[in-house]
């Protein structure tokens, strides 16, 4: 059973501070990973890809993949209120055609 | 703005009621996916088109038809659906089709679907 766990919410981080999101998966054939943001009854929006390991920044988002330890993480810099909502962490492998989204994790950044 | 296109963006309807969803991409993907979302949960897939043909279908209740018309088109027929069948249904496309690729998937705004 190929599964993506996140760890679990809500969280809450004061404006201004980093916010850290974290992900393991289960398959190691994982090849891509994702990572969502999804705003109450909006649907999911692409916020970062990252397919080798190490670390990718995206103005004040950084994903960072460790495929040994089949960790992925994102990093939020200054979080905003902007930011509050859900992170949605996905993967997908070459031996399938689908992307497995882990449960999410309420993100709450307080002004 | 969304480059997948859903319609319509709310919907009620009654159990013995026939009605479609509409998604429809001009990105030239090759990869369509329907998936459910409930509340506070995960999107849940339910049906993937590559190259217009119908790759995976996660043990969907035969109520929901899939159709795939042309590469930029993708329909989701619905009968007879139960209230638990209420959530918001997403339509998403990628660039690549088949086993292969690692582009992400884009979603369209989605479908509020409810039954009476």
């Known amino acids: 059973q190929k599964e993506v766990e996140q760890n679990s919410g809500p969280l809450s981080v004061p404006e201004g501070a980093i916010a850290s999101l974290n992900c393991t998966y289960s398959?190691?054939?994982?090849?891509?990973f994702f990572w969502y943001r999804q705003y109450s009854g909006k649907s999911p929006e692409l916020i970062m890809s990252?397919?080798?390991?190490g670390d990718k920044e995206d103005g004040r988002f950084t994903a960072q993949l460790n495929k040994a330890s089949q960790y992925v993480s994102l990093l939020i810099r200054d979080s905003q209120p902007s930011d509050s909502a859900t992170y949605l962490c996905a993967v997908k492998g070459w031996s399938y055609d689908k992307v497995i989204f882990g449960p999410g994790t309420s993100l709450s950044v307080i002004p | 703005d969304t480059e997948v296109t859903q319609t319509p963006k709310h919907l009620v309807m009654g159990m013995t009621n026939k009605k479609s969803l509409k998604c429809e991409q001009h990105?030239?993907?090759?990869?369509m996916y329907w998936y459910k979302q409930k509340a506070k949960k995960p999107p849940e897939l339910m049906f993937v088109?590559?190259?217009?043909?119908?790759?995976i279908n996660e043990s969907v209740p035969s109520r929901f038809s899939p159709e795939c018309p042309n590469s930029s088109l993708l329909n989701l027929h619905l009968h007879a659906l139960q209230p638990e069948d209420s959530a918001l249904y997403l339509c998403?496309?990628?660039?690549?089709?088949?086993?292969?690729?690692?582009?992400?998937?884009?979603f369209g705004d989605g479908t509020r679907l409810s039954i009476l």
């Open positions: 998403a496309s990628s660039p690549e089709g088949g086993n292969v690729g690692n582009q992400p998937q884009h």
């Open positions: 398959d190691r054939g994982s090849q891509s």
């Open positions: 990105m030239g993907h090759r990869a």
């Open positions: 088109y590559s190259y217009e043909k119908l790759s």
């Open positions: 990252i397919y080798s390991n």
